[in-house]
């Protein structure tokens, strides 16, 4: 997904998306006051480094690679670029890419990532993230869009300041047990504090 220009971030501060859904529950990037300060306008969207202005420009390189592993596939740019939850205002999403399968017409999507030989020895080649945030954030947006399954895909480095050039991918399908424990914790924190004004209690950040 692009930078976000300055009216797509006011709007994101009417909803939850699908990269901060993580911040409610243990492995997510902030804590819930944090999520709370953003929602509420106290605190300044964060404009990103290094890590994600790279992701930014590798995108398409993301996509034309999981194009190329499946010649199946349509893999199609989101329009609009943000989804609403079809029953609840507060959740919504912003996908990657959507699939449109030539042979059946079925729908699906794809999150694409860019990760660092670092990150990739750390956590990805374990199969943490997968475990964690980007787990949740793919099952929110399966969640907004209705989706029964997501990839998830990725540009990594093999070596240290190597290049991009290694590509891998799971596929992730949906999770209703999942869905719910985030629509329930997201629900009462909007209703509780993001409606209210009323700051959480927990500051801890996860990560």
Same mark, same amino acid.
Request: hydrophobic letters at 40%.
């Given at each position: 997904? =692009? !930078?976000?220009? !300055?009216?797509?971030? #006011?709007? /994101?501060?009417? @909803?939850? *998306?699908?990269?901060e859904i993580s911040w409610l @529950? !243990? *492995?997510?990037? *902030?804590?819930?006051?944090?999520? @709370? #300060?953003?929602k509420t306008g106290k605190k300044e969207p964060w404009k990103g480094n290094e890590a994600t202005d790279r992701g930014h420009r590798l995108e398409p390189f993301a996509a034309a690679r999981y194009q190329?592993?499946? =010649? *199946?596939l349509d893999v199609i740019v989101p329009d609009p670029p943000t989804v609403r939850h079809p029953d609840f205002e507060w959740a919504a999403c912003s996908p990657d890419r959507y699939t449109l399968s030539h042979e059946t017409g079925e729908l699906g999507g794809v999150e694409l990532k860019t990760v660092s030989f670092w990150m990739w020895? /750390?956590?990805w080649k374990r199969g943490q993230l997968i475990q964690?945030?980007?787990? +949740?954030? $793919?099952?929110?947006? +399966?969640a907004c869009t209705g989706m029964d399954w997501w990839d998830l895909a990725a540009l990594y480095q093999?070596? !240290?300041?190597?290049?991009f050039d290694a590509f891998v991918e799971w596929t992730i399908h949906r999770d209703e047990e999942l869905i719910e424990m985030m629509m329930t914790?997201? /629900?009462a924190f909007w209703l509780d504090h $993001? #409606?209210?004004g009323k700051p959480p209690k927990s500051t801890r950040r996860y990560r």
């Open positions: 997904m =692009p !930078p976000l220009s !300055p009216a797509q971030l #006011l709007e /994101r501060r009417s @909803f939850i *998306g699908a990269s @529950f !243990p *492995g997510g990037y *902030g804590s819930e006051l944090d999520l @709370f #300060l953003l190329i592993a499946h =010649p *199946g020895l /750390r956590t964690q945030s980007y787990l +949740m954030q $793919v099952q929110w947006t +399966m093999q070596e !240290p300041d190597g290049e914790k997201a /629900r $993001v #409606l209210t």
